[in-house]
């Protein structure tokens, strides 16, 4: 409550792009230092048995994770654990450095509980992010796991897409546990195409046959998505064994939208509540249309325990939060495990995989 009445309120007189990398810069200091990292995690975790769960032969002490796009130079890679997160999403990475949209990019939707997002895939590139981790682990043991989310250069033409994810797979892969393949930045021309089958198998046909170490392999997909874009989509996860769908990144089409911030006209893409409805339609018909051959991670809308296990009974076996985080702040990772945990409590749940999909048909998708 002290951040949201207190803390927030003054945070967000200042340009957002501006606060996140003060914000940063601050923060960095628990990047370097064993013993506040570890202060920090006593002071934000939550553990319980009925959030604890082993998916793809990794152990993750609770489902919520770091969406992609917070950090995406991995300079907070040793924090993120120390917030309770189960795991982070770094990047998106590019093999080439981006530099990004021109500014600014990053506006808030204070009324709607969201954010507008224009950044372009800035990044440094996958050689300088892989060094940083690299650098990163030998300081000490992290808490969480790190999944590297891997996206296409502007530079590589969409027909060239497989050998770029190529180049930045094989860079970044022995720095993460889990290997995200980004389709669906809708602030980059043409980006969001990659989704189309006849783009995608090229690139999980590549990327399957480099993954000799057998890495889990997830596939991240937007919120503009129709019945039969999915429906190719989770033809060829299946042909190729992804381990798992993220649903969803932002929305660019804001038909579907009622706005009322200030900066709704802004360019970008929405994240938070406004596509929170959307995100857990698409969960729950990947869910339907599964066969429990891939697992599901709901991202898009989740300030609260409520909203992660709304996103659990649709269908997502985890949930990642970005927004969310930003507007619940520091202790937002701990505050929505224990309004999970109860939740589970509540409803005589022994573990959260027996609500995973409770409520996925009264989701119905209209294209």
């Not at 033409?157 to 022995?174: C, G, H, R, T, V």
């Not at 999970?340 to 995973?356: M, P, S, T």
Request: glycine residues 8%; positive net charge; hydrophobic residues 40%.
């Amino acid at each position: 409550m002290f951040y949201e009445k207190i803390i927030r309120p003054i945070l967000f007189l200042f340009n957002p792009e501006t606060i996140h990398n003060l914000t940063f810069s601050l923060l960095t200091i628990f990047n370097k230092s064993k013993s506040l990292n570890h202060l920090v995690f006593k002071f934000c975790n939550y553990t319980s048995p009925r959030l604890k769960q082993k998916l793809f032969g990794l152990y993750f002490r609770n489902p919520i994770g770091l969406t992609a796009g917070l950090d995406k130079n991995a300079k907070l890679s040793l924090v993120w654990g120390a917030f309770n997160f189960g795991w982070a999403q770094l990047g998106s990475v590019t093999y080439q450095a981006q530099t990004g949209n021109a500014k600014p990019r990053l506006w808030r939707l204070v009324k709607d509980k969201g954010l507008l997002v224009y950044y372009g895939l800035s990044n440094i590139g996958a050689n300088a992010v892989a060094e940083k981790i690299k650098k990163d682990q030998a300081k000490f043991k992290k808490k969480g796991l790190w999944s590297i989310s891997i996206a296409k250069s502007n530079e590589a033409a969409l027909e060239n897409a497989a050998a770029d994810y190529e180049k930045s797979f094989q860079i970044l892969e022995p720095y993460a546990e889990i290997i995200t393949i980004n389709l669906s930045c809708p602030n980059v021309a043409n980006f969001c195409g990659l989704q189309e089958a006849s783009l995608l198998e090229p690139i999980l046909a590549k990327i399957t046959e480099i993954n000799k170490n057998h890495k889990p392999l997830w596939l991240k997909i937007g919120n503009d998505l129709n019945q039969k874009e999915l429906d190719d989509l989770i033809y060829l996860v299946k042909k190729y064994k992804i381990d798992a769908i993220v649903a969803t990144n932002l929305a660019k089409n804001r038909e579907r939208l009622t706005l009322l911030s200030e900066h709704k006209n802004k360019p970008g893409g929405v994240s938070g509540q406004p596509i929170a409805e959307q995100a857990n339609k698409i969960i729950a018909y990947l869910y339907k249309n599964s066969e429990n051959k891939y697992k599901i991670i709901g991202v898009g809308g989740v300030f609260s325990g409520q909203d992660a296990y709304d996103k659990i009974k649709a269908g997502a076996n985890l949930v990642q939060i970005g927004t969310g985080f930003i507007y619940g702040g520091p202790l937002s990772v701990k505050k929505i495990n224990r309004e999970l945990d109860q939740l589970l409590i509540k409803n005589n749940f022994k573990h959260l995989n027996q609500a995973v999909g409770l409520e996925a048909e009264k989701y119905q998708l209209n294209d």
